[in-house]
């Protein structure tokens, strides 16, 4: 951390690097190109967003990363701290005390406009839940003259009120649905304020015809996903929603053991039935990539 302010650049490391176990790969990768960088400060009211980085973001759905053939991936900002406290927690550098930088909204829509600059398909805030600094950063950054979608992806905590704030600067929703069931909210350690919360704002989301991604991940601990993934369409309605995508994350990657766990076929071929049966559109991730 620096004292005065000063710039740091994208630091082009893996994130988590990709990697293989039998046929599953990782999809996520860092870009190497990206030069942009970013004015940093001591965590105060002049610097008050905390990132724990930046960079440009290969891998993710093609909503967000582009379609793969075009490589274009998504100019992402992974913003410090969380609301929860999942025990499958595969992203612990968004709890360490500090964040690796502090930094100001004018900066961060600077960054937004190199990222555009650079051909990025989206910009990509990763955010526990609503953060007006962060808000500020895309208003400041369409002033500038951001013309590309943002994805506004979150852990699914966060209030109506909150979200009413984001729909008219939000293009794409992508919003974690960790769990509904009593088995399913005790395999990531949460508990069913959680739910009731996810679900109230989703479902304000999909009422007022927002683009929403669902991203449901698959753990270890649990079985039966196939419930989970059928009362989260249920509930939700998805069915009804056709702009709206449910994104199936097949892989965890357990930051402790430092491996990464697939999804058995069995299981991805029980959620595609269910998808299929209530014609809600999904995504996959197969050998690395995303497929409908
Ligand atoms: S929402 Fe994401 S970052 Fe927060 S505890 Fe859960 S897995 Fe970790």
């Known amino acids: 951390m620096t004292s005065s302010p000063t710039f740091v650049s994208a630091r082009n490391k893996s994130y988590v690097s990709i990697s293989r176990q039998g046929s599953l790969v990782l999809s996520d990768s860092w870009d190497s190109r990206f030069t942009g ?5 001591n965590p105060s009211r002049d610097f008050p967003i905390g990132l724990v980085d930046f960079g440009i973001l290969h891998g ?3 909503e967000v990363s582009g379609p793969p053939s075009q490589k274009k991936g998504a100019g992402t900002i992974y913003i410090h701290g969380c ?3 999942c025990t499958t927690c595969y992203q612990p550098e968004f709890f360490a005390q500090r964040a690796e930088i502090y930094t100001d909204p004018q900066s961060v829509a600077k960054l937004l406009l190199e990222f555009q600059h650079s051909g990025v398909h989206s910009i990509n805030f990763v955010v526990s839940s609503y953060n007006p600094w962060v808000l500020k950063a895309i208003k400041l950054s369409r002033a500038m003259g951001l013309s590309i979608p943002v994805v506004y992806k979150f852990s699914g905590a966060m209030s109506v009120f909150e979200a ?3 729909i008219s600067h939000v293009q794409l929703f ?3 649905f960790k769990g509904i069931t009593e088995g399913g909210l005790a395999a990531h350690g949460l508990n069913r304020e959680y739910e009731t919360r ?3 704002v989703l479902r304000y989301l999909l009422k ?3 683009t929403v991604m669902i991203r449901y991940l698959i753990v270890p601990t649990l079985t039966k996903h196939w419930r989970e993934v059928d009362e989260i369409i249920r509930s939700l309605q998805l069915y009804r929603y056709k702009k709206s995508k449910l994104s199936i994350l097949t892989q965890y990657w357990n930051p402790s ?3 990464i766990v697939g999804a058995p076929l069995s299981e991805i071929e029980e959620i595609r039935a269910i998808c299929k049966f209530y014609d809600v559109a999904t995504l996959y991730q197969k050998d690395g990539i995303y497929v409908g």
Do not use: C, F, H, W
């Open 37 to 41: 960088q970013i004015l940093v400060g």
């Open 60 to 62: 993710e759905e093609p």
């Open 83 to 85: 609301l929860l406290k």
């Open 164 to 166: 009413k704030n984001l």
């Open 174 to 176: 992508s919003a974690d």
């Open 198 to 200: 996810t679900s109230e």
């Open 208 to 210: 007022n015809d927002q």
């Open 257 to 259: 053991t430092r491996t």
